[in-house]
């Protein structure tokens, strides 16, 4: 569903005789990071998250942690190991995202140097936002904090989101 998403977005930009599965993966495509956040998601879902449990996890979690690696070098995209992010989601191919939240719903769409994170509320304890379906984030745009972004909601370029916005 991401391959598609991507495909969709850049169908100007992208030659179809060089339109192969892989070729989106590489560590210079803006899909790469999120492969890598899929792998990882493969590998808690297939040996789970207790690292004793088998050691095989240890190496594919060493291949995991390069690819996160080669993300932030290539890519300047990070995004956090428990981030719930939904089919369809599309990055900006120029990168410098850092994705924190809580939860990110499927069809969002996430433009360059965008920032979800996380605030500290009372008692010290990490407050991350909720992304709704559908919504687009506008370039240099900062969001955090325990909040909700309703379905289909619109952020601006050059926002500070600290407070819950509608559907």
């Not at 070098?73 to 995202?97: H, R």
């Not at 745009?141 to 909601?153: C, E, L």
Request: net charge positive.
């Amino acid at each position: 569903k991401d391959i598609v998403r991507y495909k969709a977005m850049n169908s100007t930009y992208v030659d179809e005789k060089c339109c192969r599965r892989f070729l989106y993966i590489l560590p210079w495509s803006p899909l790469f990071s999120l492969a890598v956040y899929r792998y990882n998601c493969f590998i808690d879902k297939r040996w789970g998250k207790d690292p004793t449990k088998k050691p095989v996890r240890l190496i594919f979690k060493a291949f995991y942690h390069m690819g996160r690696f080669l993300s932030v070098i290539m890519q300047k995209t990070q995004i956090e190991e428990d981030v719930q992010i939904a089919e369809g989601v599309y990055l900006s191919p120029k990168g410098g995202q850092i994705l924190g939240a809580h939860l990110i719903g499927k069809g969002c769409t996430i433009h360059h140097n965008v920032t979800i994170g996380f605030s500290f509320g009372r008692g010290r304890k990490m407050q991350r936002p909720d992304i709704g379906e559908n919504v687009w984030i506008g370039p240099d745009t900062i969001i955090y904090g325990n909040i909700k972004v309703g379905d289909g909601a619109v952020i601006g370029p050059k926002t500070v989101v600290n407070k819950s916005v509608p559907p």
